[in-house]
């Protein structure tokens, strides 16, 4: 996903990318059930705010897990040729 600064349609400059796997079944059709697994866990890297405190100083860390669960299941890192082609792709005049 990018997120680009446009004027009048034409790109000026990329503000955030963010890579992310799209999981999908034998017959090449979104997963659903992964989808939405991916979802889920997605929702789960925010600190609730309904959590109560521990006694004894202990941090509730379940966001954090979910976080590295999330990244390792529905993120991708690209290498930086992969990248570098990305942005060209995005600025190429046709």
């Known amino acids: 996903m990018v997120v680009l600064q446009?004027?009048?349609?034409?790109?000026?400059?990329?503000?955030?990318?963010?890579?992310?796997?799209?999981?999908?079944?034998?017959?090449?059709r979104l997963n659903k059930k992964e989808w939405e697994r991916g979802i889920r866990l997605a929702l789960e890297l925010m600190p609730s705010v309904l959590r109560q405190e521990h006694p004894n100083g202990v941090i509730d860390a379940q966001h954090r897990f979910a976080k590295r669960r999330y990244d390792h299941e529905f993120k991708w890192k690209p290498s930086r040729k992969i990248e570098e082609a990305i942005v060209s792709e995005v600025f190429r005049v046709k």
């Open 6 to 28: 446009v004027a009048g349609k034409r790109p000026l400059s990329i503000m955030h990318i963010d890579y992310f796997l799209i999981p999908f079944d034998a017959k090449g």
